[in-house]
């Protein structure tokens, strides 16, 4: 492909991705692969070239751009190369006209940026940055020693006991240390909220929105595959990932529980007042996440915001009911909001004022509300809200 048909498939990329964003479509990953399954005339230096240009393009434009050649020239504003291959011949964009609509640079909708108000700028822009590859080392089957031995190119992630961070390209399914669960793919920061719940061998744990399980394992991993590990969510596709990837593991003591929304106390009856902790990794907003698919700030409401902070203070009240007397219960979001983070777990202590909060024990981040804040720039983090709170004896 020549540099200027690269640049009109990304046009045809971002208004694939625009209109997505829209109705509620696939995710710019998604339509990237699909996109290149038909076109097998692209290599794979054309396939990276599309897919850098569309991302740029994405992570450029805060609002949702009209288009994907609005998107696309605001890129060409900060990028003035790009406008050349503007040229009208074959396969390039068509010339472009005085008048045009280019799109605005920014990180996300002004009343999205309002809601991120506790980030000062630089905090914000980085939520809009490349997110490095990490791994974690499963402890039940070998150590991050041997890892890093085992692993070209691999380095120690700064604060997670387990983690490695590899190079950009690793191609993680050709590893065996893959294939053979001694690795999982997880971000730091979800392995500090692993970590966060200081469980360990002998305890009962539920994992209360353990969707494809990615905390669960490591949560197995602390506890040395001794104990109960009960794991929830209310959506099957998604826990239905968890078992094929226990097996890989190696981990044996997890319970994947099915919930019908809104008929979850019923299907948790048994466990009332039995768990030593319960973790809520709450549904949220991702707003901490946009470094691995940014185009999810064009996809936010105010309205779903608000739909999802009802819906952690819902999973909260189960959670709550479920620890035993002494025992913790540790909230977490893949958000900066507040209305999501800090400010979730103060509606909740309200609700609760019997229960007292913990200190949270994890070698990153700054105290935030009664909790702690994990961010892309500070920590090198997906961005988090953590905090932890105990049940009254
Ligand atoms: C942030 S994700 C969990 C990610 C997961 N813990 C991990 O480490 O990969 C939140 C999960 O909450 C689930 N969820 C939504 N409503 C729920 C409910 N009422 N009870 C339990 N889980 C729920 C969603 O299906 C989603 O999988």
Known sequence: MTPAARVQAAIDLLNETIAAAGAGGAAADTLIARYFKTRRYAGSKDRRAVRDLVYAAIRRAGERPVSGRAAMLGLAVD??????????????????????????????????????????????????????????????????????????????????????????????????????????????????????????????????????????????????????????????????????????????????????PDREREALADFVKQADIVLVDAPCSGTGTWRRNPEARWRLTRARVEKLVMLQQHVLDIAASMVKPGGALVYAVCSLIDDEGAGGFDAFLTRHPKWTVDPVTIPAGVAHGKGRRLTPLHDGTDGFFVARARAPC
């Open 79 to 260: 990028q003035p190369e790009i406008r050349d291959l503007f040229d009208g011949s074959d396969h390039a964009p068509a010339t472009i006209d005085p008048g045009e609509l280019v799109a605005r640079a920014g990180v996300a909708p002004a009343w999205l940026v309002a809601k991120l108000d506790t980030l000062d700028s630089a905090e914000q822009q980085a939520l809009l940055g490349r997110a490095p590859l990490d791994l974690r080392v499963n402890r039940l089957k070998t150590d991050r020693e041997t890892m890093l031995a085992e692993l070209p190119g691999a380095e120690p992630t700064p604060h997670a006991p387990d983690g490695l961070r590899m190079p950009e390209g690793t191609q993680l399914e050709a590893l065996t240390a893959y294939a053979e669960g001694r690795i999982e793919v997880q971000d730091e920061g979800s392995q500090l909220l692993a970590l966060a719940c200081e469980a360990r061998a002998g305890m009962m744990v539920i994992d209360l929105c353990a969707g494809a399980g990615g905390k669960t394992l490591a949560l197995a991993a602390a506890m040395k595959n001794d104990g109960r590990l009960i794991a929830c969510d209310t959506d099957r596709r998604r826990l239905g990932n968890l078992a094929p990837r226990a097996v890989r593991a190696g981990v044996t003591i997890v319970e994947p529980k099915l919930l019908d």
